[in-house]
């Protein structure tokens, strides 16, 4: 079956340690692709997408991704990490075949130490 | 400001029970979808409606039940049927084009006790 994966379920950085999320899809086609975050007790919010163009995107508070066409992989990285970091990643895809469907990982829970 | 509404934020629940959620848009998305988030399980759908008056099962679809009678109106029903309801749901909507993905409210966490 179609699915993303989110191989790190739990990661634990002290502050200014550099972060990289895992995700790999295994859709065949074109994809949009999504990172978004969970502060705890908040809403999910977008961090950044990607769906054309240039494969390193850069999002909101110094995230950025890169998509690998050849790795099916969108990985997410951070080169400081920073407390206020701590939340919950979400990698999500939308094959263009799919309309607006997304399709999400399993989710990765980031602990950052002060 | 554009968003959703989910409400209540917590919702408490005696067993055999119904119990429906909340989901209200003013983004003027066609597209609404209900998920429910467990720890370690990521996002799971529900359903989903791409159109007023229309909607689709998801994964997980057995003890719920939805309606769409508004554009602006996505309510999820817990029915007593669902085994397990205990658990974070999240509501989203979008637009039909994929690429600007959904937008979230910030959930109801139900609890049945």
């Known amino acids: 079956a179609q699915s993303v994966s989110q191989h790190n379920h739990h990661v634990i950085l002290s502050e200014a340690a550099s972060l990289e999320l895992g995700c790999n899809y295994s859709?065949?086609?074109?994809?949009?692709l999504f990172w978004y975050v969970q502060y705890p007790g908040q809403h999910l919010q977008l961090l950044l997408k990607y769906f054309s163009g240039d494969p390193l995107v850069k999002g909101i508070k110094g995230f950025e991704a890169e998509f690998i066409k050849s790795k099916f992989s969108f990985n997410l990285r951070k080169p400081s990490v920073q407390w206020s970091d701590t939340a919950e990643y979400f990698c999500?895809?939308?094959?263009?075949?799919?309309?607006?469907?997304?399709?999400f990982g399993g989710g990765t829970r980031l602990m950052v130490k002060p | 400001d554009g968003g959703i509404t989910q409400s209540p934020k917590y919702l408490f629940r005696k067993e055999g029970q119904n119990v429906t959620l909340s989901c209200e848009q003013n983004?003027?998305?066609?597209?609404m979808y209900w998920y429910r988030q467990d720890p370690g399980q990521g996002l799971r759908l529900i359903y989903y409606s791409q159109i007023v008056n229309d909607f689709q099962k998801g994964d997980i679809a057995e003890g719920y039940s939805v309606s769409r009678e508004k554009k602006e109106s996505f309510p999820l029903t817990v029915t007593s049927a669902q085994k397990n309801p205990t658990a974070f749901y999240l509501c989203?909507?979008?637009?039909?084009?994929?690429?600007?993905?959904?937008?979230f409210g910030s959930g109801t966490r139900l609890t049945v006790v």
């Open positions: 989203a909507s979008s637009t039909p084009q994929g690429i600007y993905g959904y937008t």
């Open positions: 859709y065949g086609g074109t994809v949009n």
């Open positions: 983004l003027n998305h066609d597209a």
């Open positions: 999500a895809v939308n094959p263009n075949n799919a309309g607006n469907m997304l399709t």
